[in-house]
């Protein structure tokens, strides 16, 4: 039956490409109807860009909105012809219109289509309860004392965050009303200098003698535009301590994160960005050729790419790169280094597009000697904003050979970012994770989670009073006083106020929400 699949997607494929345009439309001879049903069909075609979604995980009136969007991937147009409104003005529409995202004719018949739209909402569920907690989440930290930064942007739109050592303070960076600035705060978290910047910065990275930011481009809002930047900073020996070099890597699409590493033991670092983009974007490594320019090498041309480490996986000595792709095709990815630039894909961890892939780090959690994932999903960002109950963090375990098995799941609604540290100095890791759509009118608590761990995959959740001051969209974790423990930092993002809000905490966001604040760890 596969077989049979694939070659019907062919054949219309095929078929669709037999057209002629007259008076600026494009006239077509429509495919040939399968005469498969509409169960059949749904899997050939949905399937062949993510992992197949069954009609169960969302209702009636939310696959409503989400198939016409399916449709549009499949050249299925309401009006018959495919819309302008489908491209954004300017470069990044030209970029999705070449790059075939939205076929100009279908590439399956209107009666298969009809099937495929009459299965999914004659078998999804007019409502789906939504995910209740075991049991409540403890308040109170025992080793962390809150505290707020006395400077702030309101609203505050904190796009990344650093804790910067040697007792230097925090950096944060805004886009507000698209007046991009990096902000260096004392360790007292008061102002210390700001710097104005043309674009988005959205990953900070220091080295011995210079700065390397990643801006995002001129908003952090969904783009295929090529305006991202890497810009190199020096030193500059008095305040602000850092002034602007150049920019040796430009024309990143929609870059979300950075990692620096020597990729081809050449001596110099290089540099893998994850230029997530939106209907385009790519996985790009880019070679240091040691004259203070990158040459770019393309290891994944998909958009998506949102978090990227890179380490040794096979101890061979080769530094190899871990992906999480969180667009369509979610999954975890590990490029293995082949030595002279070359680079093999393994597929790790495969995941829904309903996901929300968002983050991934590696740890050691059961001390075997080889590093784990720990995976969180929590994106409600898209067309189906609806609490889920597999959205949290996941611990899955290496069997020592890059097989990974999911071994722990803690459900956060809304999840975005954890960071894996024993942040309790009793010998064994902890969790500190954040969320940027928890469920506000329930658990608003759920904006902010410390899972101690008790041993054995157990873990004990714990909030604070003060979780819902601002919506935390970014994280840092580092030893901000150089006491020996790990502090944590968060950013607060304002823009998307929660959808139906009856709670009032968006206004007080607005009003005086603070951009960043300090969980100071008090263990030491």
């Known amino acids: 039956m596969r077989t049979l699949f694939t070659f019907y997607i062919l054949l219309t494929l095929i078929i669709s490409c037999t057209s002629k345009k007259q008076s600026g439309k494009t006239e077509f001879k429509e495919p040939t109807a399968s005469g498969i049903s509409g169960k059949e069909l749904s899997i050939a075609h949905c399937s062949r860009c993510h992992g197949f979604v069954k009609p169960e995980l969302l209702t009636k009136s939310v696959w409503k909105d989400v198939l016409p969007a399916m449709g549009h991937r499949m050249g299925v147009y309401s009006g018959g012809f495919r819309p302008d409104s489908l491209f954004d003005a300017g470069v990044s529409g030209e970029i999705v219109r070449n790059a075939g995202i939205f076929p100009e004719t279908p590439v399956l018949a209107k009666e298969d289509w009809v099937k495929i739209v009459k299965h999914y909402l004659d078998n999804a569920p007019d409502t789906i309860p939504d995910p209740v907690r075991k049991s409540k989440i403890r308040m109170g930290l025992k080793h962390f004392k809150y505290k707020e930064s006395s400077f702030n942007h309101r609203p505050a739109f904190t796009s990344m965050v650093k804790i910067l050592p040697d007792k230097r303070g925090i950096a944060f960076s805004d886009s507000k009303n698209r007046r991009n600035v990096l902000t260096f705060l004392t360790p007292d978290l008061k102002e210390n200098y700001s710097i104005p910047l043309a674009a988005t910065p959205i990953h900070f990275y220091e080295n011995a003698n210079e700065l390397l930011l990643t801006t995002i481009g001129k908003g952090v809002f969904p783009t295929d535009a090529p305006d991202g930047a890497m810009q190199r900073f020096v030193k500059n020996g008095s305040e602000p301590a850092y002034k602007p070099a150049d920019i040796p890597i430009s024309n990143l699409r929609r870059p979300v994160s950075m990692a620096f590493r020597d990729l081809n033991k050449d ?46 996986a096979n101890q061979d000595g080769l530094p190899d790169v871990y992906v999480l792709m969180a667009q369509a095709d979610e999954g975890v990815f590990l490029y293995e280094n082949q030595g002279s630039g070359k680079f093999l894909e393994k597929r790790l961890l495969s995941f829904l597009p309903l996901n929300g892939s968002q983050y991934i780090e590696l740890a050691d959690f059961n001390k075997d000697g080889f590093d784990d994932i720990i995976y969180v999903c929590g994106d409600n960002a898209d067309k189906t904003p609806v609490l889920k109950e597999y959205h949290g963090v996941y611990i899955f375990l290496n069997d020592g050979k890059s097989n990974f098995k999911q071994s722990y799941f803690y459900h956060l609604n809304g999840a975005y ?108």
Do not use: H
């Open 267 to 312: 001596g110099f670092e290089d540099a893998v960005a994850c230029e997530f983009g939106n209907e385009t974007g790519q996985l790009v490594w880019y070679q240091n050729n040691g004259k203070g320019g990158y040459e770019k090498q393309v290891l994944r041309d998909k958009p998506g790419a949102i978090t990227a480490i890179i380490k040794d």
């Open 417 to 524: 970012k954890a960071m894996v540290r024993d942040y309790d100095l009793d010998g064994d890791l902890d969790i500190a994770a954040i969320s940027f759509f928890p469920d506000y009118q329930r658990y608003p608590e759920e904006s902010f989670i410390y899972l101690e761990n008790k041993g054995k995959m157990k873990f004990e959740d714990y909030s604070f009073r003060e979780a819902t001051k601002g919506r935390w969209v970014v994280m840092d974790a580092g030893d901000m006083d150089a006491d020996g423990d790990i502090d944590l930092v968060l950013g607060s993002f304002v823009y998307f106020l929660p959808q139906g809000d009856t709670t009032g905490l968006g206004k007080k966001w607005l009003s005086d929400g603070p951009s960043v604040i300090v969980l100071e760890n008090t263990v030491r």
